[in-house]
C-alpha cells in the first residue's frame, strides 16, 4: 500500500541515518593496505588463466575549473599537457593488466569517468581509443560510456568518442537554476546541455543519463521542480538524482558552499518526495536508490524481469563481470577480490615507473562476504530475497542462518516497509525509498562498527 505524503515524510525523518550506498559489498572502506602482495600475485594470475567478460574504467582525473560540491577524485588543471603524460602511464598500466587477464576475455563495458573525461583533447581521446582496442579484445556489442561535463566538450570530442565506440552518455547537470549555479561555482547555461545532447544523438550516442542533485545551496522544491521539467524538455534515456551529501571533513571543496544557503532538511526531504512523484509522472520510472529510467529502456527491463545489477558505477545491466579499473584511484572489483589503485597522482606514477601495477588496497572476499554480498545486492537491485532459490543458490536455510536480522526486521515490516513472508523477505514500495537501511541489517562490519568513517545519509 502506499504511504500518503505526510507518514512517507515522518518515515525519511525516522530512517535517515548515515549508511554506505552499496555500489558493492564489503565497501572501499574495508580495503587494507597492509595485504600479502603473494595472495594477490596469485589471484591475478589465476584471472590471467580464465576467460571472463570484462567492464573496464579508466579514471581521467583532471578539470579546468572547481565545482564546490564536488566529492570526486580530480585535480584542477588547465595544462592540457597532463593529458600526454597522464595517457603515457595508462600505456604502461594497459600493458600491466594485460598479464592479468587472458587475451581473448571478451570486453563488455567500458566507462569513462573522472574528473572530466573529455579534458583530453580529440587527439588524446584518439590515442586512448587505440590504446583500448589494440590492448583488449572489445566485444562487438560493447556497452561503452562516457561521463560529459557539457561546459567542456567539442563536436570533434564526440567525434573522437563515438570513432572508438561510445555509444552512452552520462551528462552532468545538476541544476539548471542560475542562483544554484553560481552557488556552486558551476556556471552552465542551459543552451549549452541542450546543444550537448543534440550533439550526441546526432553523432550516434544516443542513449543519454543526466545526473541532477538536490539539497544544494539555493535550491528549494519550487527551483527544482523546474530543473526537472527543463530537462525532461531534453527526453534523456535515464535520471540519476543524487541527494547532496555535505561532509566537508572528507571533501575540502565543500568548505566554500555558503551553509547559510543550504535548503532546511525538510525543503531537502520536499525536493526528493517531489522528484519521485515528479519523475514517474514524466514517464520515468523508479529503479532505486536515485535512479530513473523510460518503462522501455534497458534499466526498466532488468529491474522488470530480475536481472537488474550494481557495481562501482550504480545500476547496471551486464551480470558478472569482472570490473577492472584503469587510472589513479579506480576501483577493480571481482569476484573475490576488490583492490583500488593509488589515489596519489605522483605516487601513480612511480609505481608505474617501477613497472608494478599501481595498486593501493585491496581486499579478500571471504565466504562469509560473498554470502552478505549475494543477499545485500539482491536487496538492492530485486527488493526481495526467496528462501528457497537462496538455499538453491547456496545450499543453506535463510530464516535459520539471519534469524537475528529477521528479528531486526520487524520494526520495518511494521512501519510497513518489508514483508517477512513464510517464503520470502519482500521490500514494499513505499520500502524501496529504504533499500540502504534495510540492507545495512546485513552488513556484518557495520554490526562491527569496524573502520567507521563518514557516509552519506541513507535517504
Ligand atoms: S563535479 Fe565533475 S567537473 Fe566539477 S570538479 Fe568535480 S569532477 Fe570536476
Given at each position: 500500500?502506499?504511504?500518503?505524503?505526510?507518514?512517507?515524510?515522518?518515515?525519511?525523518?525516522?530512517?535517515?541515518?548515515?549508511?554506505?550506498?552499496?555500489?558493492?559489498?564489503?565497501?572501499?572502506?574495508?580495503?587494507?593496505?597492509?595485504?600479502?602482495?603473494?595472495?594477490?600475485?596469485?589471484?591475478?594470475?589465476?584471472?590471467?588463466?580464465?576467460?571472463?567478460?570484462?567492464?573496464?574504467?579508466?579514471?581521467?582525473?583532471?578539470?579546468?575549473?572547481?565545482?564546490?560540491?564536488?566529492?570526486?577524485?580530480?585535480?584542477?588543471?588547465?595544462?592540457?599537457?597532463?593529458?600526454?603524460?597522464?595517457?603515457?602511464?595508462?600505456?604502461?598500466?594497459?600493458?600491466?593488466?594485460?598479464?592479468?587477464?587472458?587475451?581473448?576475455?571478451?570486453?563488455?563495458?567500458?566507462?569513462?569517468?573522472?574528473?572530466?573525461?573529455?579534458?583530453?583533447?580529440?587527439?588524446?581521446?584518439?590515442?586512448?581509443?587505440?590504446?583500448?582496442?589494440?590492448?583488449?579484445s572489445v566485444h562487438e556489442n560493447v556497452e561503452f560510456s562516457v561521463e560529459i561535463d557539457p561546459r567542456r566538450v567539442?563536436?570533434?570530442?564526440?567525434?573522437?568518442?563515438?570513432?572508438?565506440?561510445?555509444?552512452?552518455?552520462?551528462?552532468?547537470?545538476?541544476?539548471?537554476?542560475?542562483?544554484?549555479?553560481?552557488?556552486?561555482?558551476?556556471?552552465?547555461?542551459?543552451?549549452?546541455?541542450?546543444?550537448?545532447?543534440?550533439?550526441?544523438?546526432?553523432?550516434?550516442?544516443?542513449?543519454?543519463?543526466?545526473?541532477?542533485?538536490?539539497?544544494?545551496?539555493?535550491?528549494?522544491?519550487?527551483?527544482?521542480?523546474?530543473?526537472?521539467?527543463?530537462?525532461?524538455?531534453l527526453n534523456p534515456d535515464r535520471f540519476a538524482v543524487y541527494s547532496y551529501a555535505h561532509l566537508p571533513s572528507m571533501?575540502?571543496?565543500?568548505?566554500?558552499?555558503?551553509?547559510?544557503?543550504?535548503?532546511?532538511?525538510?525543503?531537502?526531504?520536499?525536493?526528493?518526495?517531489?522528484?519521485?512523484?515528479?519523475?514517474?509522472?514524466?514517464?520515468?520510472?523508479?529503479?532505486?536508490?536515485?535512479?530513473?529510467?523510460?518503462?522501455?529502456?534497458?534499466?526498466?527491463?532488468?529491474?522488470?524481469?530480475?536481472?537488474?545489477?550494481?557495481?562501482?558505477?550504480?545500476?547496471?545491466?551486464?551480470?558478472?563481470?569482472?570490473?577492472?579499473?584503469?587510472?589513479?584511484?579506480?576501483?577493480?572489483?571481482?569476484?573475490?577480490?576488490?583492490?583500488?589503485?593509488?589515489?596519489?597522482?605522483?605516487?601513480?606514477?612511480?609505481?608505474?615507473?617501477?613497472?608494478?601495477?599501481?595498486?593501493?588496497?585491496?581486499?579478500?572476499?571471504?565466504?562469509?562476504?560473498?554470502?552478505?554480498?549475494?543477499?545485500?545486492?539482491?536487496?538492492?537491485?530485486?527488493?526481495?530475497?526467496?528462501?528457497?532459490?537462496?538455499?538453491?543458490?547456496?545450499?543453506?536455510?535463510?530464516?535459520?542462518?539471519?534469524?537475528?536480522?529477521?528479528?531486526?526486521?520487524?520494526?520495518?515490516?511494521?512501519?510497513?516497509?518489508?514483508?517477512?513472508?513464510?517464503?520470502?523477505?519482500?521490500?514494499?514500495?513505499?520500502?524501496?525509498?529504504?533499500?540502504?537501511?534495510?540492507?545495512?541489517?546485513?552488513?556484518?562490519?557495520?554490526?562491527?562498527?569496524?573502520?567507521?568513517?563518514?557516509?552519506?545519509?541513507?535517504?
Amino acid at each position: 500500500m502506499m504511504k500518503n505524503k505526510i507518514e512517507t515524510l515522518e518515515l525519511i525523518k525516522k530512517y535517515t541515518v548515515s549508511g554506505p550506498r552499496y555500489t558493492s559489498y564489503p565497501t572501499a572502506v574495508q580495503f587494507t593496505d597492509s595485504f600479502d602482495d603473494a595472495l594477490l600475485k596469485r589471484s591475478l594470475d589465476e584471472r590471467s588463466q580464465k576467460i571472463i567478460p570484462l567492464s573496464l574504467y579508466f579514471h581521467i582525473p583532471f578539470c579546468f575549473s572547481l565545482c564546490w560540491y564536488c566529492g570526486c577524485t580530480k585535480i584542477i588543471t588547465r595544462d592540457k599537457n597532463r593529458g600526454d603524460v597522464y595517457l603515457d602511464y595508462l600505456e604502461k598500466e594497459i600493458k600491466l593488466v594485460q598479464k592479468t587477464i587472458h587475451q581473448k576475455s571478451p570486453v563488455k563495458q567500458i566507462h569513462f569517468g573522472g574528473g572530466t573525461p573529455t579534458f583530453l583533447t580529440p587527439v588524446q581521446l584518439q590515442r586512448l581509443g587505440k590504446l583500448i582496442h589494440s590492448g583488449f579484445s572489445v566485444h562487438e556489442n560493447v556497452e561503452f560510456s562516457v561521463e560529459i561535463d557539457p561546459r567542456r566538450v567539442e563536436e570533434d570530442h564526440i567525434k573522437a568518442l563515438r570513432e572508438m565506440g561510445c555509444n552512452r552518455a552520462s551528462l552532468g547537470v545538476q541544476d539548471t537554476n542560475e542562483a544554484v549555479q553560481e552557488a556552486i561555482h558551476r556556471i552552465q547555461p542551459f543552451h549549452q546541455t541542450k546543444t550537448v545532447t543534440e550533439l550526441l544523438r546526432k553523432h550516434g550516442i544516443k542513449d543519454i543519463n543526466f545526473d541532477l542533485i538536490y539539497g544544494l545551496p539555493k535550491q528549494s522544491s519550487s527551483t527544482f521542480y523546474k530543473t526537472i521539467d527543463d530537462v525532461v524538455s531534453l527526453n534523456p534515456d535515464r535520471f540519476a538524482v543524487y541527494s547532496y551529501a555535505h561532509l566537508p571533513s572528507m571533501m575540502p571543496a565543500q568548505k566554500l558552499l555558503n551553509e547559510n544557503d543550504f535548503p532546511s532538511t525538510h525543503e531537502k526531504l520536499s525536493m526528493m518526495m517531489m522528484t519521485i512523484e515528479r519523475l514517474p509522472e514524466l514517464g520515468y520510472e523508479f529503479i532505486g536508490m536515485d535512479h530513473f529510467a523510460k518503462k522501455e529502456d534497458e534499466l526498466s527491463r532488468a529491474l522488470e524481469n530480475g536481472t537488474l545489477q550494481r557495481n562501482f558505477q550504480g545500476y547496471s545491466t551486464h551480470a558478472k563481470l569482472e570490473m577492472i579499473a584503469l587510472g589513479m584511484s579506480g576501483i577493480s572489483q571481482g569476484d573475490n577480490l576488490y583492490y583500488q589503485n593509488e589515489k596519489d597522482l605522483a605516487r601513480y606514477y612511480a609505481m608505474l615507473d617501477d613497472g608494478k601495477l599501481p595498486i593501493k588496497k585491496v581486499l579478500s572476499l571471504s565466504a562469509e562476504d560473498k554470502l552478505r554480498r549475494t543477499i545485500i545486492m539482491q536487496i538492492m537491485c530485486k527488493a526481495t530475497i526467496n528462501y528457497d532459490d537462496f538455499a538453491a543458490e547456496t545450499g543453506l536455510n535463510f530464516k535459520e542462518l539471519f534469524s537475528d536480522e529477521l528479528e531486526m526486521l520487524k520494526p520495518m515490516e511494521a512501519d510497513g516497509l518489508v514483508l517477512l513472508l513464510k517464503d520470502r523477505l519482500f521490500i514494499t514500495n513505499p520500502g524501496r525509498l529504504f533499500l540502504r537501511n534495510i540492507a545495512m541489517v546485513f552488513d556484518e562490519y557495520l554490526k562491527k562498527k569496524t573502520n567507521r568513517v563518514s557516509y552519506s545519509s541513507t535517504v
